[in-house]
């Protein structure tokens, strides 16, 4: 009679619960089953957290109440889901996501789709490999010549296909779709995919994506700085759904003996029975606090690691999606895990600081990414990462003034009081205050603008420590000298970024010693060094260095790898080669291979030149560009050397080294484009080899270097190169006493017979460049400075796009469609000129007549602006039509939900830069708003023209209202001739500068609307710029005339130069050429290699 009371109590404490248990399961079924077959069908391409919030609304629709309810639990068991993280499966609920779908593709009964999976990084096509290994399936790239054999073998015998390397869905693949072929694709990035697939396919996105990236850096945490909360995790895990599945078994043993034995009170086996069912259910009670609690232990740790490890989601994923703009700075995720435990291991781990845990990361991501960026590029990408990472120093609101992305109306009222309020602003900066007021007033404020005293030092100095009384924070002194003091904007800029990281971050050298440490331990990646000086920085770094060349096949190169894995370095050099298919697949395999195969010390180097590098080799290497160091100095010595021991007369080696000398400056001068000169000029090693062999013949071979160089330059710069080839390759040049460019340094005397010998002299020379040797004006610096200043911003405003893009939401940002469409709505409301019936009332009827000229000149620059301007308004209507939509599955957290989908929102939301098209009808700014502004300013100009025109000429004239001022020219030059009768050709100009009212006459004509840079206008000539002198100031006003060739007025051609006027500050179209006095002791060598040149101004 034992077995009674046992089994009652059994049946009314364990098995009632069950039965109940058991009863609501099966009435939950169907809600159960709905929601799994939902989740497969519509949320393939969403985030597991996205899924969820799904999976909580359609369960509110249906009545489903059970928060807790899993569809991949629901659908996989969790044996199976700890057997695909053994062979290699991410540990994101993401990862696990798309595993289940795959697994549901795969099975007998098919749930009627095509898995599409997109694997940038590689991580999913191995599990794949792993998981499906004891499977009859086939791996093929969809390249390969095996691809309709592996087809006929999956139709015929039902084995499974993965297709790889996708990078297209042909239409008739619908029909594979359609059978029952087990199918899986696998693509790098989303393939075009025609309308008969689409339907069929489940995108699958294993791009790291915000949410699964946190997950896979707390869970790496996890297993590398907890290892017994995570194994234990893993073992109650499987301990759990074992003796479940035990329990289940006894159960149903349980049942069968009840329901088969009548005499149940005396049957020993059900007593047997239901003693084992009592000790698993007490085990798996057990087991479940133990479960709960080490649950308990690994959500804390979670919890802890979740903030940083959110941050540094972030900041890997906006280097990820950086690679658009620069592929190089390709950030491996296993690299992003590494360098996080690193940090997390320098912190408390009882108190984790996130602050300083985010730093090191930043700081270490940063190292990395500058490896793989050119100089000129490095502070806007820099910049815009820290902008993602650390959005409370950098505020929106400021960033979009930075970057001048607001839209505002012009209050004039608010414009009238400031000036009345800060008599000291003058009239370019009154409005750009107005702006700051009208935007954000607790900054306009903070500036203190008060201290008239205090801001006018700083604009005349340009010193930022100036405002420290102010206590702006980096980013807020930033905004503020980007728009009161744009010359200081590039130095506020540095000290924003030095702020943040630290200083020398961003100075940082040793290219070659940093991508060693990033290579890993044992090479664990091969670094690509990119520049043709390579092999030279290598050898000076390695112990052990061996070359092979990539001519030599991949037996030479693995024979090169084998004998130096005991710690040797390996150099393949590949130099202008192609990286071909045989050379990508040895690098992806020697990635792919055991790190314990190789020395601690061993290091793989592909040296190349720097040009476009495939993908899927940028991905998986540590890329470096190596530049040659910047300076005169540097430049000289390298030529020098690479003449090696030259030995020659006295003057032959003087001018060898004068040659060096004028070949490094010409080259240097290159980084102050457009003063140095108006656009890159590509003289390099050819050209200095092919002039020393000629420079030994005396005066005629140092003319012909002059010769040589000059057949690459433009018209305008061949003036300053003709300057710098007198200064450096003239015959004082082989004086003894000659110091180049005037500067105190001495060279060894001309008797001297070995170019080595003026490797200590040169060696002499300043690091850094002073203008004198450039022979540029001594306020060059504060020009680079303002370009580079206005090419970081512009850069930037690129780089927002890709994150505006993904920010539907976001109502302070301002994409350029939006700041375009309002600017032209304000300037050309109303205007006849965007009308399809507007047509000039005036026909031109008096061409041959005195005043012809002036009125066809009119009428030509209105014909063209009334039609660019249905154009622009046509393209600007298409533009505002064709925005994209917002995707169905917006991420809470207004990221982007993968590379692909950028791409394919910038190629319709990047709308920066003005499009070629609109180019073609008038050349204008590069950028879109700017070019907006200039052209309605001159296309309304030209219709008042039109209405208010004479028959003669003005005589005053603002350049600025043109569309074409050269037509004015032409204009004034074709007048002359038909007045003097006389041929065009046979006139020449005439300039006066700041002419007085009484000298202007009948026949000439004032123009303004210039700017003058490279010089500074002081009343009587022009001077040369001082160091606290602006880059370019306002040109005083010129009076034109043309006269006969015979009846000119020679004005000293010793104290003239010749001045350039171009179309626009990058001088790419010259108009004409002005004859300017100069003030004395302004020599016209030393003006000509200023590179003095007028430009039409730019509105303000």
Known sequence: MELLPFLTNYIISYLSPQLENISKEILQLNHRSLLAAAYIVYLTDATEPQAREYLKKWSALIGFEDTSFSVPNFLVTTEKQLKWHAEGLPSDTTAIKNAVLIDQALQSEKCGFTPLVIDPDGDTTAWLKATLADTQCDFVSQHSEKLLTAVQYAVRLNRTLVITDVDGIHSSWAGLMDTSVHLVLVARTMPPIPPSCLARLSPLYCAARRDALTDQLVHYALQQLKPEVNEKSKEIKLKKATLQKQQYELQENLLKILSTNNDILHDTNLLASLNKTRETSATITEALEAAHAIERDTNAASEAFL???????????????????????????????????????????????????????????????????HKKDKYKVVLHILKQVYDGIMPDELWQIFLGKYII?????????????????????????????????????????????LWKEFLDSGDLNVLAPLSLTPCELAVAVSLLRPDSTYRAITNLVDYVLGAGVMSGGGGVAVAARWSGPRGRRPALLLAAHALDVLANHARSLTLVGVEE??????????????????????????????LRNFIVDFVQRPIDDFNEEFRLWIVSEDRKIPPIVANVCVNVILEAPEGVKYNVMSTLSAWGEFEADGTTVRARACLALFHA???????????????????????????AEAVGGGGGGRALVGAVYGARAGAG???????LHRATLGDHALAHCWRPLGLPLHLPVPTTTRTQAYLSAFDA??????????????????????????????????LDTTTMSSNYDNKNNVTPLKMILALWKKLMAGSALIKADYQVEKVIKDIEREGGWWESVCCCEVNVAARVSRLLHRALALRARSTPPAPLHQDKNKWIQSIEQLEALLLKSDFFQTPEEWQSWWTGPEESAVYVREFCHRALASEVRMRTQTLNIPKELDLRAFLFPGRVVWAMRANAAQRLHCSVHHLTLLTKWSPLQDECGDDGVVVSGLQLAGGWWGGRGVEAAGMGRPPRVTAPPLLL?????????PLNPEGTVEVPVYMNES?????????????????RDTAEMHAIALFIAPLQ
């Open 665 to 691: 400056i010409v080259q240097e001068r290159r980084a102050y484009i457009p003063q140095g000169w108006s656009r890159w000029y590509a003289w390099e090693w050819g050209e200095v080899s092919a002039c």
């Open 409 to 453: 109306n012009e209050d004039q009222k608010i414009v009238k009081e400031i000036k009345n309020t800060y008599q000291w602003i003058s009239d370019e900066l009154v409005r750009k205050v107005a702006q700051i007021k009208v935007i954000h007033e607790d900054f306009f404020n903070k500036l203190s603008l008060q201290n008239a005293s």
């Open 717 to 723: 710069d061949r003036r300053a190169l003709a300057a």
């Open 1041 to 1049: 005339r043309y006269v006969p060739q015979s009846q000119t007025t």
């Open 765 to 798: 020379f300043p690091d850094i460049d002073p203008p004198q040797l450039l022979g540029l004006p001594d306020n060059c610096r504060t020009s680079w400075e303002r370009n580079s200043a206005n090419d970081i911003i512009i850069g930037l405003k690129e």
């Open 1067 to 1083: 001088r790419e179209e010259e108009l004409f050429v002005a004859r300017a006095p100069l003030a004395k002791p302004f020599d």
């Open 553 to 582: 096949g991949r037996p030479a190169w693995e024979r090169a790898v084998e004998g130096n894995r005991s710690g040797g370095w390996v150099a393949l050099v590949v130099g202008a080669s192609p990286f071909t298919q045989d």
């Open 307 to 373: 903030p940083s490890a959110t941050r540094t989601a972030l900041l890997a994923l906006t280097v990820k999606s950086m690679t658009l703009h620069q592929p190089l700075i390709a950030l491996p995720i296993d690299v992003v895990l590494d360098v996080y435990v690193d940090a997390l291991r320098r912190s408390d781990s009882n108190n984790i600081n996130n602050d300083e845990v985010i730093r090191y990361i930043t700081r270490r991501v940063i190292e990395r990414v500058l490896l793989s960026l």
